[in-house]
């Protein structure tokens, strides 16, 4: 859906926030930000928004009723409010304390619900802690892992140290059927850290990294996962650092992921010799790499698929950076093959019909080494510093950071003197660190 750049204004003068103009014309926050910084009209922005916190405020009486339908009498919880309102819980908090509307109890909004019938019963929770641990619990009343956090600490029940969680214990699970036997919570190698995961035979360990546990706000601090990843580097042992909403939302990838750098036999090895090269279309392109690659689709000028009988197995796109300067986006392989030589086929194919000087990769270091690069020709540049992404409250999705950028948080009416970092500790976002990037680069000789 397009809309003329004055339609988009008069929404925005009219007090309607970013989120839900990019939300209804299918735009990105950042196009929207471009529009009205090209026309001069984000300075328009009032400053008594719902997320304007440098003094009480009376709140619009529209979003106030619009609260009370929601969560009064369609029974939506606070966090389902929230996210149909655009708002974090702790904004919501807010407004409903200004406004005198009633905090309901833990699950009253589905007095029905096994929540419900357990909230105000400290006994039968301590019972169940004898059982199971926290998330699992989550599990049986059907709600989150932090609610239940929550109601441990509204009743003061003292909490054990939970070695695993489920998602871990399921990564084990497969691992285990990749090779014979795992060492788990190892704390030998990296003395005084741990090892989630640890197959000795193959020096090869894999963190799992619930998100929330794995912020700061539990003491996982912008070098915690490098550090992990440069003592395993140390000692010849290969890291794998996963995080939460990867394997919740990616599971088929990430087991396939896993099996490559672990090793698999059941897997039809072929020559890249046998295999010829086609330019793709868009559709297609995406279609292979929403299946086969862990970030998914790009926006890529170059889309080059290697096929071995009329099926596509391999795929390699491209973008030009600036004249004659290109990047590698994407490389992926269907996980039903192994094709010798098929990253440099597919890179020679592209170096023959191209005009270039210099061709840019970015490795993830939590994932990758860089090591098959620099096998076709590619050299190490540089390893970036560690990068965050923000979790919202009770979330197991990582929000990509440039989403919360001063500018974009100005434009929802945040107060200009605070930074990014101070206006989202206030909405109760927690950053998740990664291990940084490789850069590596193949320069025309």
């Not at 001069?40 to 009376?58: D, F, G, L, P, Y």
């Not at 009633?102 to 619900?113: D, P």
Request: glycine share 4%; with cysteine.
């Amino acid at each position: 859906m397009q809309q003329s750049p004055e339609t988009i204004i008069k929404l925005y003068q009219n007090n309607v926030t970013i989120t839900d103009i990019a939300r209804q014309y299918h735009l990105s926050k950042r196009t929207i930000l471009n529009i009205l910084k090209q026309h001069n009209v984000w300075k328009c922005r009032h400053r008594n928004t719902i997320t304007h916190k440098s003094k009480k405020q009376e709140y619009p009486e529209a979003l106030i009723n619009k609260i009370q339908i929601l969560y009064h009498n369609q029974g939506l919880t606070l966090k389902e409010v929230s996210e149909e309102l655009s708002l974090s819980p702790k904004e919501l908090k807010t407004i409903c304390k200004s406004a005198n509307i009633k905090i309901k109890l833990f699950g009253e909004s589905n007095k029905s619900s096994k929540l419900f019938n357990i909230s105000n019963k400290r006994e039968e929770l301590v019972e169940l802690y004898k059982t199971y641990n926290m998330e699992e619990i989550g599990e049986i009343l059907s709600c989150d892992r932090y609610i239940v956090a929550d109601l441990f600490k509204h009743h003061k029940i003292p909490r054990k140290k939970e070695n695993r969680s489920s998602g871990e214990n399921a990564v084990g699970k497969y691992v285990l059927t990749l090779v014979p036997d795992i060492a788990t919570n190892d704390k030998k190698q990296i003395h005084p850290y741990e090892l989630d995961i640890f197959i000795p035979d193959k020096k090869i360990a894999v963190e799992y990294c619930g998100l929330y546990w794995h912020s700061e706000r539990t003491g996982k601090d912008k070098e915690y996962h490098l550090r992990k990843l440069k003592m395993c580097n140390a000692l010849g042992i290969t890291l794998i650092t996963l995080f939460e909403d990867e394997w919740l939302k990616k599971q088929d990838i990430v087991k396939n992921e896993l099996a490559h750098v672990i090793g698999r036999t059941n897997i039809k090895r072929i020559n890249a010799d046998t295999c010829q090269i086609k330019e793709l279309s868009v559709e297609d392109k995406d279609c292979f790499l929403n299946k086969f690659h862990l970030s998914g689709s790009d926006n890529s000028e170059i889309r080059l698929g290697l096929f071995h009988n009329n099926i596509l197995v391999s795929v390699m796109t491209f973008s030009k950076i600036k004249n004659k300067i290109w990047e590698l986006n994407r490389f992926s392989t269907n996980t039903d093959y192994y094709i010798v030589d098929g990253k440099k086929k597919l890179l020679s194919y592209f170096e023959k019909n191209n005009v270039w000087d210099a061709i840019y990769y970015y490795a993830d270091l939590r994932w990758s080494t860089g090591k098959t690069y620099e096998m076709v020709g590619f050299e190490i540049v540089e390893n970036s510093p560690p990068n965050y992404w923000y979790l919202s409250p009770g979330s197991k999705i990582r929000n990509h950071k440039d989403n919360f950028t001063k500018e974009l948080l100005l434009l929802e009416g945040y107060p200009e003197h605070k930074s990014e970092e101070e206006i989202m500790k206030e909405r109760d976002f927690v950053r998740v660190w990664d291990c940084g990037v490789m850069t590596l680069v193949k320069r025309k000789k």
